[in-house]
């Protein structure tokens, strides 16, 4: 919202200058994003009259100018090209101080000059001009320019919330500074047209849901060529809104002074009576700006006997529109519902004054009296004879009384404030109320559309009585450590292990592609956002691949051959019961396993790489069993198990995937539930023993298809107290061993706290060992 501050004066002058005014908007919550005069700083330039206008002797484009600036006769060369006798214009005099120009007496190809007739541009008021400022007949010679033209102004821009609607006009904004300052309000004085005509406009309004209030009438004998007045040109400029003809002018001079949006038909144009209608699917409109529409059954109309004439609320049509020939007017104020406008202007593609308005909310206590303002602005600058005013109105908006408990009020702004200052505020808004059990039952005016509940009444208390006058109080509260259970790692230290492998983290969306959850996960019914930010963001993620890879593209691209990402982030998943968020951890690695160097060959990443990155995450013994996974390439996919919970994948990425993402080189995978690497051991004393370990090396010959994982668990399970370590360090295929078998090398250790173990001891426990693997993987010693 732009406006001028000599215009918001005119209604309310408070005791504050320029920058103290712009200081108490923002503070009451009319932020003013902008202030700028509307002129640079300039003295000595007044109103001046060309007498006589005289070619140079020596230049064929300069002149010699006598000019009348004020009870002295000067002359001034003068190289516009519209200098001439009888022209009254701004003179600049000697001494005075342009923007990057010094007037002085200067000699001009032989001639003396005693000053410069200036232009716009050089007044720093336009970016353009084509010759000096011509100024009206009736200008007073020898009055300070910025007088005479009201350069003394400010312009502000405020960055309205959406729910202050009511301050997108003066009115509004004046309204606003009474309640804030406490100075009176001069609004505009609004007088009832005399009827003095007989023709008028019959209205039918068959959606009257969608238009509960239609004003109109006809102002016929205008006279559409009349010069819009200097002094609202000025108010609409310095507003944004640039002059068109006086009747398009003055419904939008009565759009930003009371926030009520007008439009003026030309009679002659219309064909039969109005009517306010929705319209019929594939109806046509050629609009204002020179672009036709297809409407639809939802899209509300103004119409006449031949189809519709106006896009209601949002922009008016080219075929009834107002021009130098129009004689008649029918002139229209009316009040569109929020709902009905929301979106449609933007539908199609269109964005105007009126439709921002309507979208947010109009007054429509106000409907009537801009139709009247209007009509008088159009009687005194165009002429003419009003017709009577045609009505249709139904159901208007109810403005609910809402209750402000004065205990709640004082709960959430925790400030002193008693309730006769609550009442003195509310009643500077103008609002109505009555005082009952500690509570003020209020009714907000119609312009007030905003006021719904009580945390609305509440903020009105807070900006009026001051947001910078409310205390900024130390909270005062006993402190205390918070319990860090010692065996519950932070997210933070998943990190740092991450991060010490050499990864580096990335944060990517939770929503992600469909397409994604599709091929990465088989997920056939991802969890779908209703309102999506982009189509390739549509839904939430089941894991946190997609992201990774779409990262590590993204990264290649750009000439980076090696990788090693993660992300610590949430998946969703749906279950029977509703829908589940799990924190997760997931890692990629690509390229070769160490950086490029002299040290060591180029090798690159591994399945045994990746496997050693996510065990290292891990503080308890964990299982790798092999299993199919979507994502991952068949024959190196393992499911990772806790105890007998799966709580996590690891695997090289699909060969289908690898071509997809255009990927040269293995990618290896894993996501692991953060619970279960967060699960962290508490250290318990152990007597270390004075006795030395008995080592034996046991080579078993078993199945291909046996796992030596599932034999040394096999093992820890009997929970032999000597046992130490049973660790595999050998696998052989080949000369001793049968087809389709394999030798398995595994060391085993024992050790005794209290004694040294004798032969007998490690054998009772190594034959313990063999029987176990014989019964249970018909394993044999080699």
Request: glycine content about 8%; proline content about 4%; overall charge negative.
């Amino acid at each position: 919202m732009q406006f001028s501050e000599q215009w918001l004066r005119s209604m309310v002058n408070p005791a504050l200058d320029t920058a103290q005014l712009g200081h108490a908007l923002t503070m009451a919550g009319l932020e003013v994003e902008e202030l700028t005069p509307v002129a640079p700083a300039f003295s000595q330039i007044v109103v001046a009259e060309i007498l006589e206008a005289s070619k140079h002797p020596d230049a064929d484009r300069l002149q010699v100018c006598k000019v009348n600036v004020g009870g002295e006769i000067l002359q001034i060369v003068c190289g516009a090209a519209n200098a001439r006798a009888g022209l009254k214009a701004p003179c600049a005099l000697v001494g005075a101080e342009l923007p990057g120009i010094s007037i002085k007496q200067a000699k001009v190809r032989g001639v003396e000059s005693f000053g410069m007739m200036c232009s716009a541009k050089e007044l720093g008021i336009a970016t353009e001009a084509n010759g000096i400022l011509e100024l009206p007949a009736d200008a007073p010679v020898g009055q300070d320019i910025r007088e005479y033209l009201d350069l003394n102004d400010h312009t502000y821009t405020l960055k309205l919330t959406p729910n202050r609607a009511d301050c997108l006009s003066i009115l509004g904004i004046a309204r606003d500074v009474v309640a804030m300052t406490g100075a009176p309000i001069q609004a505009p004085v609004i007088q009832v047209a005399a009827v003095t005509s007989q023709l008028s406009k019959a209205v039918t309004v068959t959606a009257s849901e969608a238009c509960p209030a239609y004003y109109g009438r006809v102002v016929e004998g205008v006279n559409a060529k009349a010069a819009t007045p200097d002094w609202m040109v000025r108010r609409l400029e310095r507003s944004g809104i640039r002059s068109i003809s006086a009747l398009v002018d003055i419904t939008n001079y009565v759009l930003l002074e009371l926030g009520q949006p007008l439009h003026a038909f030309d009679l002659n144009l219309l064909q039969g009576d109005i009517q306010v209608r929705l319209a019929q699917a594939g109806e046509k409109l050629a609009l204002l700006n020179d672009t036709e529409i297809t409407l639809k059954a939802d899209d509300l109309v103004i119409a006449d006997a031949n189809g519709p004439v106006a896009l209601a609320g949002i922009m008016g049509g080219k075929s009834t529109s107002v021009g130098d020939a129009t004689q008649a007017i029918f002139l229209e104020s009316a009040f569109f519902t929020p709902d009905t406008l929301a979106g449609k202007a933007r539908r199609l593609g269109l964005s105007t004054d009126s439709s921002y308005r309507f979208e947010r909310g109009v007054d429509f206590g106000n409907t009537l009296q801009a139709l009247e303002r209007a009509t008088a602005l159009v009687l005194e600058i165009c002429g003419g004879k009003a017709g009577a005013v045609t009505t249709s109105t139904s159901q208007l908006p109810v403005r609910k009384q809402v209750s402000l408990r004065y205990e709640r009020l004082i709960s959430v702004l925790g400030i002193d404030i008693s309730a006769a200052q609550v009442g003195q505020l509310l009643t500077q808004l103008g609002f109505v109320y009555s005082e009952a059990d500690g509570a003020f039952n209020v009714s907000a005016p119609s312009f007030r559309f905003d006021i719904a509940r009580e945390e609305d009444l509440i903020e009105e208390v807070a900006r009026l009585h001051g947001y910078e006058h409310i205390p900024a109080l130390t909270p005062v509260a006993s402190q205390a450590m918070l319990i860090a259970p010692e065996a519950q790692r932070h997210p933070d230290h998943l990190r740092d292990i991450m991060v010490q492998q050499g990864y580096q983290e990335v944060i990517t969306y939770s929503f992600v592609d469909a397409a994604w959850e599709r091929d990465l996960y088989g997920n056939q019914q991802p969890i779908a956002l209703k309102n999506p930010i982009a189509s390739n963001l549509s839904v939430m993620r089941s894991g946190l691949w997609g992201g990774l890879l779409d990262t590590l593209s993204y990264n290649l691209n750009r000439q980076q051959s090696r990788a090693l990402l993660f992300e610590l982030g949430s998946r969703y998943e749906r279950h029977a019961q509703g829908y589940a968020e799990t924190l997760t951890l997931s890692g990629l690695c690509y390229g070769n396993a160490l950086p490029e160097q002299w040290g060591s060959a180029a090798q690159a990443f591994d399945f045994y790489d990746a496997k050693a990155h996510a065990e290292a995450l891990f503080a308890q013994p964990v299982r790798f069993v092999a299993e199919q996974h979507p994502a991952l390439h068949p024959g190196q996919t393992a499911r990772i198990y806790a105890g007998e919970k799966a709580v996590g994948w690891l695997g090289k990425l699909h060969p289908q995937w690898q071509q997809q993402y255009q990927l040269n080189q293995a990618c290896f995978l894993f996501e692991i539930d953060a619970e279960a690497i967060q699960i962290s051991h508490v250290p318990a004393y152990q007597e270390v023993s004075k006795f030395l370990p008995v080592r034996r090396d046991l080579a078993m010959v078993v199945e291909q298809n046996i796992s030596a994982q599932d034999m040394i668990n096999a093992i820890i399970a009997e929970k032999i107290p000597q046992l130490q370590t049973v660790k595999l360090f050998d696998v052989y295929q080949g000369k001793g061993v049968p087809e389709n078998k394999k030798s398995l090398a595994f060391l085993v250790l024992m050790q005794d706290t209290g004694k040294t173990m004798v032969d007998e001891e490690v054998d009772a426990i190594v034959s313990q060992i063999l029987k176990n693997w014989s019964s249970n993987f018909s394993a044999a010693l080699r």
